[in-house]
Nanobody
Framework: QVQILESGGGLVQAGDSLRLSCAAS????????MGWFRQAPGMEREVVASLTWIGTTRYVDSVKGRFTISRDNAKNTVYLQMGSLKPEDTAVYYC????????????????WGQGTQVTVSS
């Protein structure tokens, strides 16, 4: 059974940094694409950053240059380092793991974590 556990959210001020962690179990971690989504109140859940099994990264335009996604296969953990945070980054952040090996991260075909709240005050 796949389990995903996020940590690292919190309340910060604009301009601060924060690192989210996502530990996954129940799968051979390095075969799967992983990523982070976020959902603000009243908004659709959007992909923020993704990372393939070979290390290719992608970011939504609004976080390019500020956020970095990385993974530690030995620890079965993926990270989202967030810098220069803005109030518009406020959302619940969800870790996602593709359900199938060697496939892209597709919102309707992933395992989800429970989410972690990130709040950025101005």
């Amino acid at each position: 059974q796949v389990q995903i556990l996020e940590s690292g959210g919190g309340l910060v001020q604009a301009g601060d940094s924060l690192r989210l962690s996502c530990a996954a179990s129940g799968l051979t971690f390095n075969y799967y694409a992983m990523g982070w989504f976020r959902q603000a109140p009243g908004m659709e859940r959007e992909v923020v950053a993704s990372l393939t099994w070979i290390g290719t990264t992608r970011y939504v335009d609004s976080v390019k240059g500020r956020f970095t996604i990385s993974r530690d296969n030995a620890k079965n953990t993926v990270y989202l380092q967030m810098g220069s945070l803005k109030p518009e980054d406020t959302a619940v952040y969800y870790c996602a793991v593709a359900k199938n090996r060697y496939t892209a991260l597709i919102r309707d075909d992933v395992y989800w974590g429970q989410g972690t709240q990130v709040t950025v005050s101005s």
